[in-house]
């Protein structure tokens, strides 16, 4: 070739490099790109027609200091494995990056009474201004009741995440609201109407009611409520009766709640807020090796059968059930050992029914999924927790009520479920358990990690909301 086209093809070879490293670097960049939820933006704020101003609360500042796993048969009721020594060690939490985490929450520093104060907890002799409980070097946290109070727990695992000194998952913890991508409301509601919804003489309001009442004082006076309206706020109220006095003038937050079976689509939307798995009541099954031939009982189902609103439909399940073969269904409660009882149901069907009761959810559906159990769901209102990353039908089997209660369709349609098909849902099953388990410290993709992200997939579009609101702000107008 000659002097002069060597001479014009080495700056365009040049180019070519340039542009090529450009585009790798752009590659590896995009790489840990995470997909937003595009989600409408919140609904207006609402009136509430419940007075709170004659009620006192304490503000307090919205400072925000803090004071290799065996494998197991089981996991117990706060999701530590049966052996201690199966718990996180030490040099595997020093590892963690909080530069990593997906969103950064600030939390408010209210009074106990909101929180582990339900749980009996006070602050120590010495440390009478305290707010959290002190869970450096190894401390155990308070725990939580248990029994059927343990199903709503939501709140107390996501605030013990943001607590933790090890904590290094989707969410990071900051100390200044301007920020946080989310501002976090600590208050136990759901225990808070389980253990304190009814008066005690001679008393004439119940307690609930008035920590309600206190929280919405509390809230209404922080800059970080005026300054959003709300809008990027994290309030629990996972128990579908929790914070009934309060939820229509908290309704500009983001709620984390179990279903929107008890809300106005006004106060409490899909768009809005986020679904929360129950903490299940049976025993993970961890080693599962019991396949298709190992579990005897075609379909299981043990509970309440009597329901009131859209819950009619298990009486009527039962009687064209009950008498079926392979088929067990039977009522159980907590009392009768129950979880015990549909722990081991579980572990030996094939199938588990998820019947709609008094509300669309149940916590029975979370029990099938850890129980490798593949859910039957018959409810026409549920919405269910992360679908819009989760695909529940590789592992879950849908029924409109309507043809549930025709005759000889269930069960038609279950026994063609071949072998084949069952084996892939049930092992698809043993991937997505992890996402349904409620644990401290919080594992990568568990229940708590899982709510974080998202809560993270809401953040733009409560963004756009916050920041069209502060188009003509006075702090914009050179005042």
């Keep these: 070739m000659a002097p002069r086209g060597r001479t014009l093809l ?44 004659a009620v006192p609360v304490t503000e307090t500042p919205s400072s925000n200091s803090t004071t290799g796993s065996k494998d197991l048969s089981f996991l117990d009721e706060n999701g530590q494995p049966d052996d201690p020594g199966g718990s996180t060690s030490a040099a595997e939490a020093a590892r963690c990056d909080p530069r990593a985490a997906t969103v950064r ?8 009474e909101f929180h582990f104060g339900l ?22 946290p308070p725990r939580y009741p248990g029994g059927l109070n343990q199903q709503h727990s939501v709140a107390y695992w996501l605030t013990l995440d943001l607590l933790s000194p090890s904590s290094c998952g989707a969410a990071v913890r900051v100390a200044d609201a301007r920020d946080a991508d989310l501002v976090f409301v600590p208050f136990f509601a759901s225990l808070s109407y389980n253990r304190h919804s009814r008066p005690v003489p001679p008393e004439k309001v119940s307690r609930d009611k008035v920590l309600q009442e206190k929280l919405v004082r509390y809230l209404m006076a922080q800059p970080e409520w005026k300054r959003s309206g709300g809008a990027d706020h994290v309030i629990v109220p996972h128990h579908p009766n929790s914070l009934l006095y309060a939820r229509e003038a908290l309704s500009p937050a983001v709620f984390v709640l179990s279903d929107f079976g008890r809300y106005h689509p ?94 669309p959810s149940s916590n029975r ?101 916050v920041h069209r609101s502060n188009r003509f702000s006075k702090s914009d107008r050179g005042k």
């Design 119 to 140: 749980l009996g907890w006070s602050p120590p002799a010495g440390a009478a201004d305290a707010v959290w409980p002190d869970l450096t070097n190894g401390a155990a």
């Design 266 to 359: 006004r106060v409490a939307n899909l768009e809005k807020d986020v679904i929360a798995p129950y903490k299940h009541m049976a025993k993970t099954f961890v080693n599962d090796s019991a396949g298709f031939d190992e579990r005897p009982t075609l379909l299981y189902f043990r509970g309440a059968i009597y329901r009131k609103e859209g819950g009619s439909i298990r009486q009527e399940l039962y009687y064209m059930l009950k008498d079926e073969k392979d088929v067990y269904f039977a009522f159980g409660s907590v009392q009768d050992h129950g979880a015990s009882k549909a722990s081991q149901g579980m572990h030996s069907s094939k199938f588990c029914l998820n019947i709609a009761g008094d509300t």
């Design 365 to 465: 559906l979370f029990d099938a999924i850890v129980s490798h159990c593949i859910p039957v769901i018959i409810s026409d209102d549920i919405e269910l927790p992360y679908e819009d990353v989760l695909d529940y039908s590789k592992f879950s089997i849908f029924v409109r009520s309507s043809d549930a209660v025709k005759k000889g369709y269930l069960m038609a349609l279950i026994r063609g479920v071949s072998k084949q098909k069952w084996t892939s849902m049930w092992n698809r099953l043993k991937e997505v358990d992890k996402h349904y388990e409620y644990q401290y410290p919080s594992k990568k993709d568990d229940a708590v990690q899982m709510i974080w992200q998202a809560l993270a997939r809401k953040v733009p579009a409560f963004g756009l909301k």
């Design 10 to 53: 080495l700056p365009l070879a040049a180019a070519t490099v340039l542009v090529a490293s450009t585009i790798f670097l752009f590659a590896a960049a995009g790489a840990k790109w995470r997909p937003a939820d595009a989600g409408l933006p919140v609904p207006t704020d609402t009136a509430t027609s419940t007075d709170f101003s």
């Design 105 to 112: 929450v600030f939390m408010y520093d209210m009074p106990p």
